[in-house]
């Protein structure tokens, strides 16, 4: 006896089956899942993979993090397309490699750097009936070149999909330190307005130079001496807007509150949240509940911070009954940095913490550690919780997600490894591509990383991190010394050639 919902998935397959035959490929939707599942990324900034503690290397404790990893997929080859913050955000968000566009560190006035004309993972769930919105962390510009911060913002996130969009303007040690809601800074007032320089400071102004007595919360150990608020110098000048000025402590807090409230109005219908922390990112000022908490400083205190936002979060998804037909995507941008321009212990209250786990390098490198980075995926009843070694990256997620939602997206970097990211396949990508500071790359496939000469300088001294550079060919065996100690190019010619003519061949290719 046919049920009425019998019947339908009858008409469905029958349907997916004549369109098929027709040359229409079918999707991943329309075989295995009737529904449309909710998806939400969580994104850290400047997260190693030892600072998770269900990747068993670090120190820290982290049961909420871990809590996903117990309920999904923890990655042990998942990776950013980069090392650097801008690159990754961007790989991630339009499926493309970062160095296709040229994409790189942005500055706080930067235009936007996503071509609203093309596909983005949140148009592509646009398309496939999601509400979107992206709460946190931003840092792939705004508007299109000169602009007036107290007038709406005509490019943002919400011409690249996103529905809603509550952000930090820049980063949050970039000027200006405002929030900005849907294009519109939140909280300005018109008789004191905003302005924004990189090139010149604005006179009277204070500056992390000039005014060191002003330094409450933070002093720069480099870079980071411009203009000041709340205690803290950053990178830039800003002059006004004194009422939009955001207080660090108050950060995760705002951004958990915005994401709660997004999932608890949007529970009756599919939904796509972006939710990007800011931590650990410097400056790292938490919440006075986290102060001390870690042992490790600000920086470990901040990762406790996160690590709780993500517990109460994921309640919400709990409370409203949506855990089971959630998407849960963890990763951060990048790798690992102790010093990156703050004077705030991460170095000196290490101890025995490792950051970047049994890897070489961290953020800006082009060692493993630069964009080898924590990955994990949880859906409930659909993924079977465990370990996967196969190598994935971020932004395959709009190629694997178009899949998942029953849409068609034209060809592009990102590849479809959806059975993978739901560990129905042990199978991942082939070969990766990953960008390190100043736009370098290095080449990742099975066991090996391949990283061709560049020369310059072998460490960043101010941030105390190894570049990767040297004039010779590097090859490292990552399954025998993850912490590439030692490079076997010459001693195996045929793999570094093999490895030159793959990597050769992405970097060539349109």
């Known amino acids: ?68 990893a117990e309920q999904g997929i923890r990655f042990s080859n ?47 769930l646009k398309k496939a009936g999601y509400r979107t919105a992206v709460i946190g962390k931003w840092h792939l510009g705004l508007g299109s070149g000169q602009m007036d911060w107290n007038e709406h913002i005509p490019l943002g996130p919400n011409e690249v999909g996103f529905d809603y969009s509550y952000i930090m303007a820049a ?28 090139q010149k400071n604005f006179p009277g102004e204070p500056t992390g130079i000039d005014n060191p007595e002003l330094l409450t919360k933070m002093s720069f150990s480099n870079g980071h001496y411009h203009s000041i608020n709340n205690g803290v110098p950053r990178i830039g000048y800003q002059k006004g807007g004194k009422s939009a000025q955001w207080i660090d402590e108050e950060m995760s807090d705002l951004f958990l509150n915005e994401a709660q409230n997004f999932v608890k109005a949007n529970k009756s219908k599919p939904f796509f949240l972006f939710y990007t922390l800011h931590q650990p990112h410097v400056p790292r000022i938490p919440n006075q509940r986290f102060v001390g908490k870690s042992g490790l400083g600000p920086r470990g205190d901040a990762i406790l911070e996160a690590d709780w936002a993500i517990g109460e979060f994921l309640t919400t998804l709990e ?41 070489r390098g961290g953020k800006y490198s082009l060692f493993d550690a630069g964009a080898h980075i924590p990955f994990m995926i949880s859906w409930p009843g659909k993924i079977k919780p465990g370990v996967s070694d196969a190598l ?25 490894h959806l059975d993978a990211l739901l560990g129905k396949s042990k ?25 061709p000469p560049y020369w310059g300088d072998e460490k960043l001294a101010k941030e105390d991190v190894e570049t990767g550079y040297c004039s010779c060919y590097q090859l490292y065996d990552l399954n025998e010394d993850p912490g590439q100690m030692h490079n076997v190019a010459k001693e195996f010619p045929n793999e570094t050639k093999a490895m030159l003519t793959a990597y050769r061949t992405v970097m060539a290719s349109n």
Not at 395 to 416: E, K, M, P, R, Y
């Open 392 to 416: 994935v990256s971020q932004h395959d997620l709009l190629a694997s997600l178009a899949n998942l939602t029953g849409q068609q997206i034209a060809a592009s970097d990102s590849q479809d």
């Open 1 to 68: 006896m046919f049920t009425k919902k019998s019947l339908n998935k009858f008409f469905k397959l029958s349907l997916t089956l004549l369109t098929t035959l027709g040359g229409v490929s079918y999707s991943y939707a329309e075989t295995e899942n009737t529904s449309s599942p909710n998806i939400v990324i969580i994104y850290t900034d400047d997260l190693g993979i030892g600072d998770v503690s269900a990747y068993g290397m670090g120190k820290l404790s982290t049961p909420n993090i871990d809590s996903i």
């Open 319 to 359: 409370q409203t009954g949506l855990t089971d037909n959630t998407l849960v995507v963890f990763s951060s941008d990048n790798g690992p940095v102790l010093d990156d321009g703050y004077h705030d212990d991460a170095v000196t209250k290490l101890g025995k913490h490792t950051p970047a786990g049994n890897l």
């Open 171 to 198: 980063t949050n040690d970039r000027v200006p330190n405002v929030y900005v809601k849907n294009g519109n800074v939140v909280g300005l007032e018109k008789n004191d307005p905003l302005q924004v320089s990189y």
């Open 427 to 451: 199978q991942g990508r082939q070969g990766l591509v990953v960008q390190a500071l100043g736009g370098k790359t290095a080449y990742r496939e099975g066991n090996w990383l391949f990283i």
């Open 78 to 124: 998942g990776y950013a397309t980069a090392a650097t913050c801008t690159p990754s955000r961007f790989s991630i968000l339009t499926g493309q490699y970062p160095w296709r566009k040229g994409a790189a560190i942005l500055p706080g006035d930067a235009p936007l750097l996503i071509d609203p004309s093309k596909i983005t993972l949140p148009k592509m």
